[in-house]
């Protein structure tokens, strides 16, 4: 109990009162701890990264540790060895519009259905279940839509307004925006390769096909309208052709 009862003092008293949270209220509703924690915070080299599930942030993060400690890095290390928002002091928050701030999304429909072959198909296949796409999309619709970053909308994820970010690269044009972050970052254009991390690619580019019809492709325009909207991504389906990732290119 004590543990639930100190979860609920950081989500709604302990987090929200920090400097940062106090001059970029979350709003989001996606608990304030899960989304506070996906914030990459370097004030030596002067980035801020708000880092979104199934968008490619294992990628991202690995490159930035490799900036940082010049040594390869696991992912799962990587996304905890940088400061979240809550841990800034006053005077660092006061500093934080001369850092570099950035986030990399992904097309709705290719980051939905990425998130339910790894995080919903994958477990009912161990456990000898079977839970359609368009049930997970259902559960969604019922109320969990915000239940689980991997599948939150982007938008509900952000630490601060999307028209204040720096840069808002995506996963489909990673193969630019990664080495545009980096020179940022640098100060000159890297001179090192992309390095993309495929541990949880799980081919969704490749399947919108076999996984969308018009019911299913409808309730992700309606849960994810504010993604849409926010990334200015197209409501049509995308085909396969327009998704780089996920075939051996950074963002899988």
Request: glycine share 4%.
């Amino acid at each position: 109990m004590n543990r639930a009862f100190n979860k609920i003092i950081r989500n709604r008293i302990t987090i929200p009162l920090t400097p940062f949270y106090r001059q970029f209220p979350y709003k989001g509703k996606v608990s304030i701890n899960s989304a506070d924690s996906r914030g990459c915070v370097d004030t030596e080299l002067g980035f801020f990264y708000n880092r979104i599930p199934k968008a490619a942030n294992s990628t991202v993060v690995t490159n930035l540790a490799r900036l940082k400690f010049d040594r390869e890095i696991p992912p799962k290390t990587a996304k905890k060895m940088f400061r979240t928002p809550s841990a800034l002091y006053a005077k660092e928050v006061s500093q934080f519009s001369s850092l570099f701030t950035f986030t990399v999304v992904r097309n709705p429909y290719t980051r939905t259905l990425s998130a339910y072959l790894d995080k919903v198909e994958r477990r009912a296949l161990k456990n000898n279940k079977e839970t359609s796409f368009r049930d997970f999309l259902q559960s969604l619709e019922d109320g969990e839509l915000y239940s689980n970053a991997h599948w939150a909308p982007q938008s509900a994820l952000l630490l601060m307004p999307a028209d204040q970010f720096d840069f808002i690269g995506k996963v489909e044009t990673l193969e630019t925006d990664l080495p545009f972050i980096k020179e940022k970052i640098q100060g000159k254009c890297p001179e090192e390769p992309i390095r993309s991390i495929l541990s949880n690619a799980t081919g969704a580019s490749r399947k919108l096909q076999a996984y969308y019809d018009d019911q299913t492709a409808e309730m992700v325009r309606n849960l994810y309208r504010s993604d849409f909207e926010t990334f200015a991504y197209p409501e049509q389906l995308p085909l396969p052709a327009d998704n780089p990732s996920e075939t051996g290119k950074p963002g899988s």
